[in-house]
C-alpha cells in the first residue's frame, strides 16, 4: 500500500483527483469505481473543473458507484445517484448510460444484486476504484461482521453508520436502515483501489486498515491483500499510521 499524506482537506482531495485523472488520460476508456460520502466531495470538484479547462473528458468512462441506500428513489436528495449527478456526472461529459449505481427502489433487491455483480464482470472489474472509509472501518457498505461478503448484497446497516449519516438527513429516523452495496469481491477485483481518507475522526479506521489484523471486523483490513492500493488522506486521518512509525509519502 502505497501512501500519501497532504496536509489538509484540500490538498487531498487535489491529489486524490490528480490520480483519478491520471487514470482517465491513461486509459480514456476506463472503468471507473466511484465513491459516495462527504469525503470525496472535493476530489470530484476537481475534476469537474479540470473537464470545464478541458484538460479531462469522461466521453469514454464507465462507472459503477458503490452502493445505494434500500428505499430512496434517484431524485431524492439523499440517494447516492441523486449525489452522483449533482457532485460529479451533471458537471462532465460522461455519458448517463455509462453510469450505474445500484437501484435503491428495485422491487427484487436480489435480483438487482446479481445483476449488478454480472454487470461489473460484464466490464471486465473496476480499473480504479475509489473508496471512503466508514469511521468503522466499512468500505462501501460492507460493514464489520463475522465474514467478508463476496457479491453484491443487501446490508443491514450498522447503528454507528445510521449515526454517521444522520448529518445529512432531517433525522436519524429518516436513515434508510438498509443499502444495496458492491460486495468485497468486486472491490478486490479492481486493477487499482484509491482510498480517500480525511479528519481525526477517521484516525482510528485508518489505522485499522493499514496496520490492523485482517479481519471482517474491519472491512477495510482487506485491502492489505491488494496488490495495488493507493491511500491518500491528510495528516488527521493518519495520525495514528504515523505515530506508529509506518512510512508515508508527501
Ligand atoms: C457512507 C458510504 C461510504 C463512505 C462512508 C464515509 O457510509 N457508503 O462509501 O465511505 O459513508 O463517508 P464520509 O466520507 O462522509 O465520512
Not at 482537506?9 to 476506463?30: F, G, K
Not at 469525503?39 to 462507472?63: C, H, I, M, N
Request: glycine share 8%; aromatic share 8%; hydrophobic share 40%.
Amino acid at each position: 500500500m502505497r501512501i500519501y499524506m497532504e496536509k489538509d482537506y484540500e490538498a487531498m482531495s487535489r491529489r486524490a483527483a490528480q490520480v483519478i485523472a491520471a487514470e482517465i488520460t491513461h486509459n480514456p476508456a476506463c472503468v471507473l469505481g466511484l465513491a459516495t460520502g462527504s469525503t470525496p466531495v472535493g476530489a470530484y470538484r476537481y475534476l469537474a473543473d479540470w473537464y470545464r479547462q478541458g484538460q479531462l473528458s469522461f466521453k469514454e468512462v464507465r462507472s459503477v458507484n458503490l452502493d445505494e441506500y434500500k428505499g430512496l428513489a434517484p431524485d431524492h436528495d439523499q440517494s447516492y445517484r441523486y449525489f452522483m449527478q449533482h457532485n460529479l456526472f451533471n458537471h462532465v461529459d460522461i455519458l448517463p448510460e455509462n453510469t450505474q449505481v445500484p437501484d435503491g427502489l428495485a422491487p427484487d433487491p436480489a435480483g438487482e444484486c446479481a445483476r449488478y455483480d454480472a454487470y461489473i464482470r460484464s466490464l471486465g472489474y473496476a480499473h480504479l476504484q475509489l473508496l471512503g472509509l466508514g469511521r468503522n472501518g466499512h468500505i462501501g457498505f460492507n460493514e464489520p461482521g463475522d465474514s467478508f461478503v463476496k457479491e453484491t448484497h443487501v446490508v443491514d446497516l450498522t447503528q454507528s453508520t445510521i449515526d454517521a449519516n444522520a448529518r445529512f438527513f432531517a433525522s436519524a429516523d429518516d436513515v434508510p436502515r438498509q443499502a444495496l452495496t458492491m460486495g468485497i469481491g468486486c472491490i478486490m477485483a479492481a486493477r487499482r483501489v484509491l482510498v480517500v481518507a480525511s479528519g481525526a475522526d477517521k484516525a482510528d479506521a485508518v489505522y485499522n486498515t493499514v496496520c490492523g489484523p485482517i479481519v471482517p471486523g474491519c472491512p477495510g483490513s482487506i485491502l492489505q491483500l491488494h496488490p495495488d492500493v493507493v491511500l491518500v488522506a491528510d495528516e488527521a486521518a493518519l495520525s495514528k499510521v504515523t505515530a506508529a512509525g509506518v512510512p508515508v509519502c508527501g
